[in-house]
């Protein structure tokens, strides 16, 4: 079947929710909902925000006075952990499980809302006897551990804001992030476990603190009891300082501004540096659980469980807050899927009544390749619906999640979104007829597009650039300390439309549904990992023997995407095969694991335009065998 064909064919496979799913859905109808919030878009909004606590109700729901710099709930006064856990102990929610986690060696650990109450605040107090003030930045670089998530709630409740750094990345990566935040206090872990092996936090930190002297402050919870180098004046335990008569239970939930930054978030983009995009906690808790709750039909009784990293949007948005928010039981598990064994999720399910599952297609391919004996070995029906995001999810992973995991009985939800989008943009409804491998439609109170450069609709089935024509409460704020490339990266090419420019490109069918393509930049999609073509290179030549490099993005069977990368070697370094090893080696030192290229060709020379600009896409042209395109602009 030719890809045409099998893309046309599979546009018009339809899979219909069961009546079940169709009577007890939170939202009953799709159409009718959409147009209201979008001819009265602030009234929508509005209606959602009122399921929220507020110390003070909004003035204003939208201001878009300094557009694109939009402000919502503008006057409010909240505190998302005010939502996500204080408002819950004056109910019955109180002695509900907040939270079941599992570590990778099998122990086990739960928290009622009541518990995680009373950890967020003991340690919101440490926090503030440490100096910590509204306002301030503290970085979080943990394993996906309990004290993660209350790290990050502790910060919250006193005013001050997170920025979370991914566990797998490296020293460089680490050191960067705490100067741009000029963080004073890290919050760290001696290791965490993954595949069996501890992860080297501690030390890494370590490292990274030589490098970025803002830090002067280091707590250290302790999760493996490796030996690790602790610095006298600086490095605390965790469990010293909670045992502390300062690690009161009770601390007052600071009062903040709707627009007041909860978090500060770094991704990759088009140039070298990681760029922070900035939450905040009015607009963030709105969309966040709205989202969550329409979407993932959450019920009083589900256990939830995302299976992403808090490190990540993913995890920030739908692991810690919105599910909070919602009163939710969120399972949490600390390591790799198949560890020891191929069943480790589907055992976990079974043993903990998991209803709802939402993970990445990388992670559903990987463990599809392992057969369907092992999730056929447990019972699963407690499962209700499913969910996919992170990149897009091809027809054959999307079938067999379906078919084995949710027996044909558990619709997939396909969350097209962004860190910078906060939340949901272009997901089904558990009552949406779903066509695998496509997100179908916008969430509501947002109008989308798929353009040419100048902004007009490409014709039906077409692809083009997708864009976001309406502001919404979820959406990043700004680039943190650097507002002038917020305004570059995601509004400048629409600037008199005043559109959002997505990065992706994408096709909408016949039937409006939207079918995801990819990123259009220099951005590559690894395993659902963001990562920019810039930093791979930037890795690369800081290795001696390189002198210029170019990384693209070649389709992978797992991975979805993998890093190829050219390389020119500088004059005198012959190319051989163990180089190749050292220099995949040296960028997964330098950028951590998920930066390491899966190949690396060695060459004389690179396409590039006449303003020196690696020609990328011909690179990958050339690697695939296509079509290189227009060279007009190629220097000769
Ligand atoms: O290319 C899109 C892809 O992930 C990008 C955003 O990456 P990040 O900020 O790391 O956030 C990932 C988790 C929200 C998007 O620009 N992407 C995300 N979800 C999907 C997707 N591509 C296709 N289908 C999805 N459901």
């Known amino acids: 079947m030719s890809e045409e064909k099998s893309v046309g064919s599979r546009e018009k496979e339809f899979y219909y929710p069961s009546e079940e799913i169709l009577a007890n859905a939170n939202v009953k109808a799709y159409e009718e909902l959409y147009k209201k919030s979008i001819t009265d878009r602030e009234g929508f909004w509005a209606d959602q925000a009122d399921e929220l606590h507020w110390f003070k109700k909004w003035n204003k729901v939208l201001d878009a006075a300094k557009a694109p710099f939009y402000k919502w709930f503008v006057g409010g006064k909240l505190n998302i952990v005010d939502n996500a856990i204080d408002r819950h102990l004056k109910t019955w929610r109180r002695n509900k499980l907040a939270l079941i986690w599992e570590g990778e060696p099998g122990d086990v650990r739960t928290y009622s809302y009541h518990a995680l109450n009373r950890e967020v605040s003991k340690f919101a107090n440490i926090l503030k006897s440490m100096g910590v003030q509204k306002g301030d930045i503290v970085t979080i670089y943990m394993p996906q551990i309990p004290e993660l998530a209350i790290a990050m709630l502790a910060c919250a409740k006193i005013g001050a804001a997170h920025s979370v750094v991914y566990g797998g990345f490296s020293v460089e990566a680490l050191a960067e992030r705490i100067e741009d935040a000029d963080s ?371 389709p992978h069977d797992l991975k979805g995407n993998a890093i190829h990368a050219y390389v020119i070697l500088r004059t005198g370094i012959t190319g051989s095969k163990e180089l190749k090893e050292t220099l995949k080696n040296h960028v997964s030192h330098e950028m951590g694991p998920i930066g390491k290229p899966e190949s690396i060709t060695f060459t004389d020379s690179l396409p590039k335009t006449r303003s020196g600009k690696i020609m990328r896409r011909v690179l990958k042209a050339r690697a695939l065998g296509q079509d290189e395109g227009d060279l007009s602009t190629l220097e000769q």
């Not at 290791?191 to 936090?201: P, Q």
């Not at 969309?287 to 920030?316: L, N, Q, S």
């Not at 992973?397 to 396909?414: L, S």
């Not at 069918?509 to 393509?517: A, P, R, S």
């Open 184 to 554: 004073r206090v890290l919050v760290t872990a001696d290791g965490g476990w993954r595949r069996g092996k501890i992860t080297d936090l501690k030390t890494i930190a370590n490292e990274a603190m030589k490098r970025s002297p803002t830090i002067e402050v280091c707590i250290t919870v302790k999760r493996t009891g490796q030996q690790v180098y602790m610095e006298n004046d600086r490095d605390f335990w965790y469990h010293d300082l909670m045992s502390l008569p300062v690690a009161n239970q009770k601390c007052e939930t600071e009062v903040m501004d709707a627009e007041d930054m909860l978090f500060i978030l770094y991704t990759s983009g088009t140039t070298g540096r990681p760029k922070g995009l900035l939450h905040t906690h009015g607009g963030y808790a709105v969309y966040t659980a709205t989202t969550h709750k329409m979407v993932f039909d959450i019920k009083e009784e589900d256990r939830w469980w995302c299976a992403a990293d808090p490190g990540w949007i993913t995890g920030h948005s739908y692991i810690v807050y919105a599910p909070l928010i919602n009163g939710a039981t969120v399972m949490m598990y600390e390591g790799a899927p198949n560890h020891p064994y191929p069943n480790r999720w589907w055992s976990m399910i079974e043993k903990y009544g998991v209803t709802i599952l939402y993970t990445s297609p990388t992670a559903i391919r990987g463990l599809m390749r392992f057969g369907e004996a092992w999730p056929n070995r447990h019972d699963l029906s407690s499962l209700r619906l499913l969910g996919s995001v992170g990149e897009p999810i091809n027809p054959e992973a999307w079938k067999w999640y379906h078919r084995v995991i949710g027996k044909d009985k558990c619709p997939i939800m396909d969350t097209w979104w962004q860190t910078e989008t906060g939340g949901f943009m272009i997901t089904p409804l558990p009552i949406t007829p779903l066509k695998p491998g496509s997100a179908t439609k916008p969430f509501f109170g947002n109008e989308i597009a798929v353009v040419d450069d100048k902004g007009v609709d490409v014709k039906t089935g077409e692809e083009g650039k997708l864009v976001i024509k309406s502001p919404w409460p979820g959406m990043a704020r700004t680039i943190y300390k650097n507002p002038d490339r917020y305004v570059e990266t995601y509004w400048k090419d629409y600037q008199q439309q005043g559109w959002y420019k997505a990065g992706d490109s994408a096709r909408i069918d016949e039937d409006g549904y939207v079918w995801i393509i990819g990123r259009i930049d220099d951005v590559i999609k690894v395993s659902g990992y963001r990562l920019g073509t810039a930093e791979i290179e930037s890795a690369l030549v800081s290795h001696k023997d390189v002198s210029e490099a170019a990384a693209i993005a070649l």
